[in-house]
Each structure stands twice: as structure tokens, then as C-alpha cells.
């Protein structure tokens, strides 16, 4: 019996190029955004913003160490089922006239 195969599009291949802090978790794979699946993806621009929601699933576990966190690592693991390993990002960035070199960040 043949195995069951998923078909996924990689979180890298959506992202636009220099989204994602890449020298901030420096100690993961080189594949890491490669290993969970871009479910969906929006985002708009507006005149002093910009919003990003990203909905994934993580494909295969992904570990990392947190720089400020010395000698901890957070994993974050498949599992099986729709609804597991679902994670759900979105990202506010608004530009101040007074400040313009320092972007306010949220996350919702």
C-alpha cells in the first residue's frame, strides 16, 4: 500500500524576502520556515502601515534556542489531526511621523 503523501506550499516561498529575522534564531535549520505549510497569507499596506496574517501548521518539529533565553529551547511539534500545530500570526507595523526610523510593532 502506498504511503500517504501531503502536498503543502512552504511558509519561505510566501514570505517576502527579509520578513522573517533570520540572524535572530540563527541556531535553526537552514530549512526552518520550510517546515510548516502556509495555509493562508494576507496583507495589506495602507498609508502609515502595514498588516500581515499569516495562518500555518507546522509539517515537522522545529526547535530552536531563543537568544535571550540562554540554555532553553522552544520546540514547536506536528501531530496528528486538521487542527494541530496550527499557528496563527497578525502583525500591526505602523510608521510615526515624529519617528519615522522606529516602526511600532504588534501582535494581535
Known amino acids: 500500500m ?4 501531503v502536498v ?3 511558509l519561505s516561498v510566501v514570505l517576502p524576502e527579509g520578513f ?6 540563527s541556531s535553526c535549520d537552514e530549512n526552518f ?3 510548516f505549510a502556509c495555509l493562508h497569507y494576507d496583507e495589506k499596506t495602507t498609508e502609515n502601515g502595514f498588516t500581515a496574517y499569516v495562518r500555518t501548521q507546522v509539517i515537522s518539529e522545529v526547535r530552536f ?7 532553553l529551547s ?3 511539534g ?4 486538521e487542527e494541530v500545530g ?6 500591526f507595523m505602523e510608521f510615526h511621523e515624529d519617528e519615522p526610523d522606529y516602526p511600532e510593532y504588534r501582535n494581535r
Open 2 to 5: 502506498p504511503e500517504d503523501f
Open 8 to 10: 503543502y506550499t512552504p
Open 20 to 25: 522573517w529575522p533570520e540572524d535572530l534564531f
Open 33 to 35: 520556515l520550510d517546515k
Open 65 to 71: 534556542t531563543l537568544p535571550f533565553l540562554e540554555g
Open 74 to 76: 522552544l520546540v514547536l
Open 78 to 81: 506536528r501531530g496528528e489531526g
Open 86 to 91: 496550527l499557528i496563527d500570526v497578525d502583525l
